[in-house]
């Protein structure tokens, strides 16, 4: 479910909107929250034009979001295990850092290792 607005929450789990994907107009980014951190994740519209090959939506990144959560979660645990990020301190993630784990996944999928 995405609703209009300058916060817009794509319906991923439960009810509770703190936990859902939802984009920030004033900063132009997808943002999830991840709980184990306490603390969101954003993606800036530009690391999400990277990965989409197109001008995004912000219904357009939010789809993107579902159908790809896996890689996005293990990007930002990565990143956040890398950079030694303390708990409860927000951080974002670049197109590359999702594609890698993107890639990882295919590879995974087709048995490579």
């Not at 909107?17 to 004033?26: E, F, G, Y």
């Not at 993107?64 to 956040?80: C, P, Q, S």
Request: net charge positive; with cysteine; aromatic share 6%.
């Amino acid at each position: 479910m995405i609703t209009d607005g300058s916060d817009q929450r794509a319906g991923l789990r439960g009810s509770d909107l703190k936990q859902q994907a939802h984009w920030r107009t004033d900063i132009q980014s997808l943002v999830f929250p991840i709980k184990d951190h306490a603390a969101d994740c954003a993606v800036h519209r530009g690391a999400l034009r990277t990965l989409l090959g197109t001008e995004p939506t912000q219904e357009a990144c939010l789809a993107y979001f579902v159908k790809f959560e896996e890689a996005f979660r293990a990007a930002a645990r990565v990143k956040i295990e890398r950079k030694g990020i303390p708990a409860g301190t927000n951080l974002h993630l670049t197109s590359r850092d999702i594609a890698r784990k993107l890639l990882e996944s295919r590879q995974t999928e087709r048995g490579e290792q």
